[in-house]
């Protein structure tokens, strides 16, 4: 049974995120099923640090916006959920292609959700994992 409790429309997600962090970084909502929400993100000059590598905090950025996105798809309409923690073990380097992340949630409340995200290179290897925090506000 589906966790969402709003339509998921990637097409919509994706307009959304036009002219913001995620779009400057490349990043991109790609699919979803029941329980959980995937999307991409490019390794290349956009993302990588000065040695040549993925940056960790590109990599944290995919993991907040499939979070939050996934979140706040779950959450009751009119509520707006917001990251206020987030915590990731860097576990693979990458030097090129495409990262793809998968948010489940661990934990889906009125006030607090929690969500794992796991993020694999383009040979399904783990490079990242990492827990998000949200806040869901209700409406005023």
């Not at 959700?113 to 694999?120: C, N, P, Y």
Request: hydrophobic fraction near 40%; include cysteine.
């Amino acid at each position: 049974m589906p966790i969402w409790k709003r339509p998921v429309d990637l097409d919509a997600v994706n307009q959304a995120n036009r002219n913001t962090l995620m779009d400057a970084l490349g990043i991109r909502v790609t699919a979803v099923d029941d329980d959980a929400l995937y999307g991409t993100l490019p390794v290349d000059e956009r993302t990588r640090q000065p040695f040549g590598f993925l940056h960790g905090g590109a990599s944290v950025a995919l993991a907040e916006t499939l979070g939050s996105i996934a979140a706040n798809l779950a959450a009751d309409p009119g509520c707006v959920c917001m990251g206020v923690e987030v915590n990731a073990n860097h576990l693979k380097a990458v030097r090129s292609g495409v990262v793809t992340g998968c948010a489940r949630p661990q934990q889906i409340g009125r006030s607090i959700q929690v969500w794992d995200v796991r993020l694999e290179n383009e040979r399904q290897e783990r490079v990242c994992v990492a827990r998000l925090t949200i806040a869901v506000r209700e409406p005023r």
